[in-house]
């Protein structure tokens, strides 16, 4: 039988990180000591505040179907927080949930986008838009940074290429505030730059503000805030994966437009359903206590940043202004070789996983996730030094 998929489909990637992952769990199997800085969670649990809302919930008996999109409840806890938080205005009816911010991206895309259509991607990007992008049967476009991205107060973006960018087909730029991999956080100044391009230009902004509770040394801002003029084209998207410590609860949720939500809303429906209702009842609860039910952990991450940026000293990176995430330039130390084989080398020679710069689109360059206790984490970071400054 001839067997046929579909070419859409299977045009898709594999997460480049996928070969670095099973090889540093079979050195770890094997009873090495791994370093690992390739994990994109915090190492914190749940606070267990939320884990005793979800535990009751249950007790109570909210195992059934709930409202697809998000029940009332909790679409009314976010639009608090984003008015508390962000200085946002949405109505309920603005907002919708789904499984993860993973899960909103791709129905945003997918309710969105027509076949051809392009989206900007300024990189470094976070691996899963392209793939979600093209699985819409749309066209990433990566546009470079600046090469002053790693000069401490450079900008992050390039509107010059940006705007070279553009073509008749562009539909939306999608930007990550504070950024995986790189830990940038855009200032008044650039975001005021991007709403002006999205509204010359007629286009969405897609802004994805996960590490927003992350956003150490430089306040973050949501463009929405900076420019209320993008209302009608801004689709502002998050979730509790990082600033709740719920990687694995899978909640996320974007607020936009009437007419699109209506759309993602429906594709909800279609898909996964819902999200439980004993989760919704710990994410309602979670988003109603904010930031401060993580401040202890939030601190802890700060001072790992730190020590991180002080023991990189002499080394080149963005400034890791926000996220949990330094992103070192090693171009100066590949030699001609790529940062993929680098990273192969640092995993196979120090027993140090990070992330090379291809998976976001940016070579040259290696992730280092800072979620480690600081023994490990500058344990770690002398074994990365020693490896790139040999001959
Ligand atoms: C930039 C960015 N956006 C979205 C997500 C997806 O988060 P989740 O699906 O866990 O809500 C991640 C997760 O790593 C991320 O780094």
């Known amino acids: 039988m001839e067997r046929k998929f579909s070419k859409r489909i299977s045009s898709l990637s594999p997460s480049p990180t996928l070969a670095l992952?099973?090889?540093?769990?079979?050195l770890a199997a094997?009873?090495?000591?791994?370093?690992?800085?390739?994990?994109?969670?915090?190492?914190?649990?749940?606070?267990?505040?939320?884990?005793?809302?979800?535990?009751?919930?249950?007790?109570?008996g909210r195992t059934r179907y709930g409202t697809s999109g998000g029940g009332r409840p909790l679409r009314e806890a976010i639009a608090e927080k984003l008015r508390r938080d962000n200085g946002l205005d949405f109505a309920i009816d603005e907002i919708v949930c789904g499984i993860g911010a993973k899960e909103i991206l791709f129905h945003v895309f997918l309710a969105l986008l027509n076949d051809g259509d392009e989206v900007l991607l300024p990189a470094p990007f976070w691996v899963s838009y392209t793939d979600q992008i093209r699985a819409a049967g749309a066209i990433p476009v990566p546009v470079m940074p600046p090469a002053s991205i790693t000069s401490q107060g450079g900008d992050a973006l390039d509107f010059n290429a940006i705007e070279r960018a553009v073509t008749a087909r562009t539909r939306a730029i999608v930007i990550n505030s504070p950024n995986n991999p790189s830990g940038y956080v855009l200032g008044a100044a650039e975001l005021e730059r991007l709403a002006a391009f999205a509204i010359k230009h007629n286009l969405w902004v897609i802004s994805d503000e996960i590490y927003e509770y992350m956003a150490f040394?430089?306040?973050?801002?949501?463009?929405?805030?900076?420019?209320?003029?993008?209302?009608?084209?801004?689709i502002l998207v998050n979730g509790l994966s990082k600033g709740f410590a719920m990687t694995?609860?899978?909640?996320?949720?974007?607020?936009?437009?009437?007419?699109?939500?209506?759309?993602?809303?429906?594709?909800?429906?279609?898909?996964?359903?819902?999200?439980?209702?004993?989760?919704?009842?710990?994410?309602?609860?979670?988003?109603?206590?904010?930031?401060?039910?993580?401040?202890?952990?939030?601190?802890?991450?700060?001072?790992?940043?730190?020590?991180?940026?002080?023991?990189?000293?002499?080394?080149?990176?963005?400034?890791?202004?926000?996220?949990?995430?330094?992103?070192?330039?090693v171009r100066?130390?590949?030699?001609?070789?790529?940062?993929?084989?680098?990273?192969?080398?640092?995993?196979?020679?120090?027993?140090?996983?990070?992330?090379?710069?291809?998976?976001?689109?940016l070579p040259g360059f290696i992730r280092i996730s800072y979620t480690l206790g600081e023994q490990d984490l500058l344990a770690g970071l002398e074994r990365v030094k020693a490896f790139l400054r040999r001959p």
């Open 332 to 361: 100066p130390f590949c030699d001609g070789r790529s940062s993929m084989f680098v990273s192969g080398a640092l995993l196979e020679e120090e027993g140090v996983a990070v992330v090379p710069g291809e998976a976001f689109g």
């Open 217 to 234: 040394s430089r306040e973050h801002i949501s463009p929405l805030k900076i420019q209320p003029g993008l209302r009608s084209r801004f």
């Open 21 to 26: 992952n099973s090889k540093a769990a079979e």
């Open 248 to 329: 694995g609860w899978r909640v996320g949720y974007a607020a936009g437009p009437k007419d699109i939500m209506a759309l993602v809303k429906n594709l909800e429906s279609h898909s996964s359903t819902c999200i439980p209702g004993f989760i919704e009842d710990a994410a309602t609860f979670a988003l109603g206590q904010g930031r401060t039910l993580m401040a202890p952990a939030i601190a802890t991450l700060d001072a790992r940043r730190k020590a991180t940026v002080n023991a990189l000293d002499g080394f080149q990176f963005v400034r890791p202004d926000g996220a949990f995430y330094v992103f070192l330039d």
């Open 30 to 60: 094997g009873g090495k000591k791994i370093f690992n800085f390739a994990v994109g969670e915090p190492d914190f649990p749940t606070p267990q505040a939320v884990v005793e809302v979800a535990i009751d919930s249950l007790r109570r």
